[in-house]
């Protein structure tokens, strides 16, 4: 049903060639061309018959150039193609999709039947093998896209040569187009790369409705959104018949240049055909706009609208071009052309213009899409060499020959034309670059300049002072920020692409030049400028310290104090003084404050497993054993002194040193050894502003409570001990002293929780230490220190003598009798 319908509407629109301007030249192989030669058509809304209008000096000399060419291909000398020739047949498609459709259906007809259509009466067969086996055209992407999906019914290669569109290198859907231009996926990236170079950092895009207008436009806003750095401030797409300028269009110009107007935009990118940037570059003038503009392909070398009166005052244009070349000889064939050529094309336009005009036309030969159809027809003219294997003398095969396999030849071609090396990628694509133009209008160096070029692969040429001369420009036409010193960057205000310098936030940075703020990792920190970002310090508890230096001569002091008090213990061990003190308890009383004493040298430096495992968890182990040894030696004197006690007293039964330090150590061990386990103390790395703190975390903090409660309780309980054993016959006030190195313990580390918990900082670790080490000599001082003075200065109350008068003067005074106790 679907190919019935198509063979019914293609026959429909099977005219006769004489309802076109065309040219025909006969030859062994026709080869096609589609020319805007009319801008466009007077096609509205009403029915009826379109007719051509606008006539297009450019395009018709570029129908010229295809003429040109192949004639200088037939006349070669040596033969390009020998003993055969190539003919034409040329339609004017007035730039529209309907006039160029039905042109190319002419054109893909067997001409051996000038009557018949493109499709056979009969559906089942195979599509009529056309004469015209390569078609070169047409000018705008979208009368292009719509004949390559008509051709490719054929298989007969299309051949563009000035449109743009991404579209048409889609080859699922458009497989026999190629083109002599590069796609605007490379003018786009071109576009965006030359807002960078210039530092534009607000653009404005106007498209249109087409595949031209439409996918360009879609292009620039992935290429910027890409960058990261340019602010598309709006996108305006002009609809189809905007050119027609009817009351709606007249009212979508006055909106789209009041927009522009109030806009901050920067440059004014333009992406759509020169008729619509006509209309709107007069406006534009009318209102001194003023403004920067970026000339897509489409318009970049427009003598129409260069040639506007007073185009300076719409502001400054710059463009970008295909790589433009003089067709060789084509000039000199314009200005004989009259004389010795003839075909319709030609006599229609001299029967139309004045003898003069026809004098000047030479200055209306453009340097780039006259230059592509060139290029064009040599690469179908090198596509026909390969596939017929022709040398210079003669040729293996003949016409005829399908079209598809001279598409197959076409796409593989590789030579160079002039300068020009051409081939085609898998899309149909060449890789030519682009002349990047600038229009100066002042009146001593008048014209379209050409001032860098872009390649393909990203290159730009730029002079370097005129990008000086614009990336300098620190703010917009409407203040807006464009660039901000060290330590700032831009951000949005409360217009859409307006942007202001904000400072970068405390651990932020930004070298300049707008660079969005990046926040510096986690070793570093933002300079007092936030410029930059510098490496953290390592803070923690080092040996040169102040307070680690007196801190650490005061455990290499009680090291030493508690080594000699044990030589004079060992020496006196079997003293009256030394029983006092529990005996072989004493020494064991010394060993753990020794050990209290060297923890503290594990504090300074940074910290370690090891380092941290060692301090809290051991200290309590160790200080647990030094107040169990003084509660068992407050036990002796207990039971030994002022009580009456029977055999079945309780107190009595606790008597037992060795079990007594034994229970008593017990507990704490079997406290802090799951501590150790299941969640001991850490190092830790602690991020502060500019340092790096480093210390050990008490882990578990149940664990930690428990045995700083433990060890309070049993200095608790040593302290209601002593304070009993106070009105005993103690010659050595063992109880008084115990006394009074218990308040000092319970003191401390009364005071050190909240210090513990409040402080911050490398010194929290130190006061840790601090409380250790007071601890340690509390009882080193207030319950060791006095018995050894006793040893080496008081030797005469050193014997049991003086103990036993002691004792007995402390019951006398009492009316007690000494016998009795």
């Known amino acids: ?20 301007l065309h040219a025909y030249s006969d030859g062994d192989i026709i080869i096609g061309g589609l020319f805007a030669i009319h801008a466009k058509t007077n096609r509205t809304t009403e029915t009826g018959p379109a007719h051509c209008t606008s006539y297009d000096v450019r395009n018709f000399l570029r129908s010229q150039v295809m003429i040109f060419a192949l004639e200088e291909i037939n006349q070669r000398t040596p033969k390009l193609l020998p003993n055969l020739t190539l003919g034409y047949d040329i339609y004017d498609t007035c730039g529209d999709v309907t006039v160029a459709i039905r042109a190319t259906l002419q054109l893909l007809k067997n001409q051996s039947d000038p009557q018949s259509c493109l499709l056979p009466v009969n559906i089942s067969s195979d599509l009529v093998e056309p004469r015209t086996k390569a078609l070169i055209g047409e000018r705008y992407s979208e009368v292009s896209a719509a004949v390559a999906r008509v051709v490719a019914l054929s298989s007969v290669p299309q051949i563009s040569y000035a449109s743009t569109s991404v579209l048409l290198s889609r080859k699922t859907k458009f497989p026999t187009f190629l083109r002599t231009i590069s796609s605007d996926e490379y003018q786009t990236k071109a576009i965006a790369e030359l807002v ?47 050119s027609l300028l009817n009351d709606r269009t007249h009212e979508k110009l006055s909106e789209l240049v009041s927009t522009i107007n109030q806009s901050s935009a920067e440059a004014i990118i333009m992406f759509t055909h020169d008729r619509n940037v006509a209309i709107i570059m007069e406006e534009a003038i009318e209102r001194n706009l003023n403004r920067t503009w970026i000339a897509s392909d489409a318009w970049a070398t427009s003598s129409n609208i260069f040639e506007l009166p007073n ?40 029967s139309s213009h004045l003898p003069k005009e026809c004098e000047a036309l030479s200055s209306f030969i453009d340097q780039d899409e006259s230059y592509n159809i060139y290029l064009a027809v040599q690469v179908v003219a090198e596509g026909l060499r390969s596939l017929l294997k022709c040398d210079n003398q003669h040729c293996k095969r003949h016409p005829p020959f399908p079209a598809s396999e001279l598409l197959t030849e076409i796409k593989a071609v590789n030579f160079t034309v002039n300068t020009t090396h051409v081939y085609f990628d898998i899309n149909g694509d060449p890789s ?17 300049k050409t001032i860098g070029e872009y390649w393909p692969r990203g290159k730009i040429e730029i002079p370097e002072d005129l990008v000086e001369q614009m990336s300098s420009v620190m703010v917009t036409a409407d203040n807006c920020s464009k660039t ?56 923690c508890l080092r040996w040169t310290d102040p307070f680690v230096i007196i801190l650490s001569s005061l455990e290499v002091s009680g090291i030493i104090v508690t080594i000699v008090f044990s030589i004079l213990f060992t020496i006196h061990r079997n003293t009256p003084i030394v029983k006092a003190v529990g005996g072989y308890l004493c020494f064991l009383e010394l060993s753990s404050l ?51 006690l029977t055999r079945a007293s309780w107190l009595k039964k606790f008597n037992k040193p060795m079990a007594v330090v034994t229970i008593v150590f017990g507990i704490q061990v079997a406290i802090c050894v799951p501590w150790l386990y299941f969640d001991p103390p850490v190092p830790k790395e602690h991020n502060q502003k500019q340092t790096i703190l480093k210390t050990c975390v008490r882990g578990s903090s149940w664990f930690f409570a428990a045995m700083l409660g433990y060890n309070a309780l049993l200095a608790l309980i040593c302290f209601g001990f002593a304070f009993k054993g106070k009105q005993l016959p103690d010659l050595y006030k063992n109880a008084g002293l115990v006394t009074i190195s218990m308040v000092l313990y319970l003191v401390i580390w009364a005071l050190f929780i909240p210090i513990h918990i409040n402080l911050n900082g490398v010194y929290k670790h130190a006061i840790e230490g601090a409380a250790i080490v007071i601890s340690s000599y509390s ?3 207030c319950h060791l220190a006095p018995k050894c003075y006793i040893m080496v200065f008081r030797k005469e109350i050193n014997n049991e003598q003086a103990i036993m008068e002691h004792i007995k003067k402390h019951y006398e005074q009492k009316g007690i009798s000494a016998l009795s106790t």
């Open 779 to 781: 009882i080193l001082g």
């Open 484 to 539: 901000c010193d060290h330590g700032h960057e831009l951000k949005l205000q409360e217009r859409k692409c307006c942007r202001y310098c904000v400072p970068c936030s405390d651990g932020e940075f930004s070298p300049g030049n707008g660079t969005p703020c990046a926040r510096c990792n986690e070793s570093q920190y933002s300079s007092k400028k936030r410029d930059k970002c510098l490496e953290k310090d390592t803070e």
């Open 311 to 350: 185009i300076h005052r719409a502001g400054q244009v710059f463009g970008f071009i295909s790589k433009r070349n003089e067709v060789p000889g084509f000039e000199d064939y314009v200005k004989s052309m009259f004389g010795s050529s003839q075909n319709p094309i030609l006599q229609h336009y001299r």
């Open 432 to 448: 030519l670059g682009y002349d990047i133009l600038y229009w100066n209008m002042s009146d001593s160096n008048r014209g379209i």
């Open 1 to 20: 049903m679907f190919l019935l319908w198509l063979s019914v509407t293609i026959c429909t629109f099977c005219p006769h060639s004489e309802e076109f």
């Open 594 to 644: 020794l050990f209290c004493f060297c923890l503290t040298l594990t504090y300074p430096g940074d910290p370690s497993k090891v380092s941290c495992m060692l301090a809290l968890p051991l200290f309590g182990i160790a200080f647990s054993l030094c107040i169990s040894c003084i509660l068992a030696n407050l036990l002796q004197i207990l039971v030994g002194f002022k009580f009456q």
């Open 196 to 242: 960078k170079q210039f530092n534009w950092k607000i653009v404005a895009i106007v498209g249109s409705d087409d595949e031209y207008g439409k996918y360009g436009s879609d292009g620039l806003v992935a290429n910027f959104r890409e960058m990261n750095n340019t602010c598309v401030e709006f996108i305006e797409i002009l609809p189809g018949d905007f």
